[in-house]
């Protein structure tokens, strides 16, 4: 077996099921899970639809680069969204369509990593784990950026010694950030990119919660959106992540896209036609569709924003929590340890979230996630505000 096998941790949820495990909840109380980012709105019906309507299609190989109409779709979708210049991220050579965002990101990350004993790779912390854990199997050694509240929940990119960039061979970002929500301003993805032209090396932004957002005027902006500013249509050293599960609630389609420089994914689908990964041809149907429209995602963020609307101050009561800049997720201080806090709320309110140290590492002394839980708006609005009333009622009755 590959050595480095044995160096991936455990997954939050199987922590989380460990934390758990022998806790008896009270049947009186439905259970309400707020623990896994899995999104519970319906799904298009206009899109499953389209699957029904071509199933006929497996009995088809599909190509790895994808249809053209899917790449299509994808490019005039990111190029309005993102306020790229038009022709600039073209069908032909800056989409790779993936099977979800975490098959994209571990994919790449085996294809450009030439691993020796000082590549590095570099994220946030807390982080998406599929981060750590491609670099860990493609020989690379994970650097963890801290995100508090001391920063903002943005790395403070200007601390980061020389020598780490130096030896980077991808810095990750997460914007919206996975838990705090936080988006990365424009002038900090800008001086990413000047770091990246100087020490030679990747930027993959995942940001597969960039269209959950409060505002219908002010959607996050993205990386490839902060090349185009720069006058680097070229995207050079830039590569993206999105998705439509989040977006328009098909995690179970897995379907998404790495665009960005063409250089880097000509090495990428080169890597994948080996890879085995293939989207199947009624999935691309059914993500045709679901790009082009964006009706059912602002109903999508409409149910967000409700959600947010109505638990944030029912929480405030109690926990020190903020609405976040996008997402679905609260990432809320607790008054009690995180791993304390969750095991007890699920023993005796049948709510469940994930204790933040398990999507952090501690380094130096220092777990930026302990002390936090991630909550995930993903239940019904009446739901999360039971869930909400209930986090109120555990905290009064275990703090002074």
């Not at 109409?69 to 990111?78: C, D, G, T, V, Y």
């Not at 994209?104 to 000082?118: D, K, P, T």
């Not at 952090?360 to 302990?370: A, Q």
């Amino acid at each position: 077996m590959n050595p480095n096998l044995d160096k991936l941790h455990p997954y939050p949820f199987e922590k989380l099921a460990k934390l758990k495990a022998g806790i008896e909840p009270p049947t009186q109380l439905r259970p309400i899970s707020l623990g896994i980012g899995e999104p519970k709105h319906p799904s298009p019906a206009f899109v499953k639809q389209v699957i029904a309507d071509n199933l006929d299609k497996l009995a088809n190989y599909p190509t790895t680069k994808g249809s053209e109409e899917l790449r299509q779709a994808i490019s005039e979708w990111a190029t309005r969204r993102f306020d790229l210049t038009p022709g600039s991220l073209t069908a032909a050579e800056h989409i790779v369509p993936v099977n979800g965002t975490r098959e994209g990101i571990f994919s790449l990350v085996q294809s450009v990593v030439a691993s020796h004993g000082a590549a590095k790779v570099v994220s946030p912390n807390p982080f998406y784990q599929v981060y750590e854990g491609a670099a860990l199997l493609a020989g690379a050694t994970p650097v963890y950026l801290p995100c508090d509240g001391s920063n903002g929940f943005i790395p403070d990119f200007e601390a980061v010694p020389e020598a780490v960039w130096q030896d980077c061979q991808i810095l990750f970002l997460c914007s919206p950030g996975n838990p705090s929500g936080t988006v990365i301003p424009r002038d900090t993805l800008t001086r990413v990119i000047e770091l990246a032209d100087r020490h030679d090396f990747i930027v993959a932004s995942d940001e597969c919660y960039s269209e959950l957002y409060p505002n219908e005027d002010q959607p996050p902006e993205g990386l490839l959106q902060a090349c185009a500013a720069m006058g680097r249509d070229d995207f050079a050293r830039c590569v993206v992540f999105h998705s439509l599960s989040k977006r328009s609630n098909l995690p179970g389609l897995r379907s998404g896209f790495v665009a960005g420089d063409a250089a880097i994914l000509k090495g990428y689908l080169k890597y994948r036609t080996y890879h085995g990964c293939a989207m199947p041809l009624h999935n691309q149907l059914a993500s045709i569709a679901a790009w082009q429209d964006e009706d059912h995602v602002r109903e999508n963020r409409a149910a967000y924003r409700a959600k947010f609307e109505a638990v944030v101050p029912i929480l405030r009561e109690v926990m020190d929590v903020d609405f976040p800049d996008a997402g679905f997720y609260l990432w809320p201080v607790t008054p009690l340890d995180d791993e304390t806090f969750a095991r007890e709320l699920s023993a005796q309110q049948n709510v469940h979230v994930l204790p933040g140290r398990y999507l952090s590492r501690t380094v130096d002394g220092h777990n930026p996630g302990e002390n936090r839980v991630r909550m995930a708006l993903v239940a019904p609005l009446e739901e999360c505000v039971e869930a909400a009333n209930r986090i109120v009622e555990f905290v009064k009755a275990n703090t002074p």
